[in-house]
């Protein structure tokens, strides 16, 4: 992620920096999805974890946003913008908006899923 820092313009923040924001701040975060969780109990709810330089953020979607964004949902790097919750004691995001972000080299197998 750190190479592709600079282009994701200066409204980005590092997943670490959610540890000190505050209940409720709107913040956008980038990174890889790593994780993807769709809890039959949740009504929908989708739960992803994204991986930065810096470390890890669960972003929480709800069924009505994931299904907008579920094709930028696929992306390699994804670019997240939502509002800090702190429901269970750790930073989540409650996201808002989604987007994939366009890679300007083409990624190891590794990190694109390709097997």
């Given amino acids: 992620m750190e190479f592709l820092r600079p282009m ?3 409204s980005v923040r590092h997943a670490a920096e959610a540890e000190k924001a505050p209940e409720g701040q709107v913040l956008t975060v980038a990174g890889w999805p ?4 769709h809890p039959r109990g949740e009504m929908g709810t989708v739960f992803v974890t994204i ?5 890890d953020l669960q972003l929480i979607l709800w069924p009505a946003v994931f299904e907008k964004y ?3 949902m ?5 670019k997240a ?3 800090i919750s702190r429901w269970d004691g750790t ?3 409650i996201v808002s908006q989604v987007e994939a972000v366009p890679l300007p080299i083409e990624m190891p197998r590794a990190h694109t899923g390709d097997r």
């Avoid at 991986?51 to 470390?55: F, K, R």
């Avoid at 696929?74 to 994804?78: D, L, P």
């Fill in 8 to 10: 994701l313009g200066k």
């Fill in 34 to 37: 790593v994780a993807r969780q």
């Fill in 51 to 55: 991986e930065d330089e810096t470390g």
């Fill in 70 to 72: 579920r094709t930028a």
């Fill in 74 to 78: 696929n992306g390699t790097i994804i």
């Fill in 81 to 83: 913008t939502g509002s």
């Fill in 91 to 93: 930073p989540s995001l």
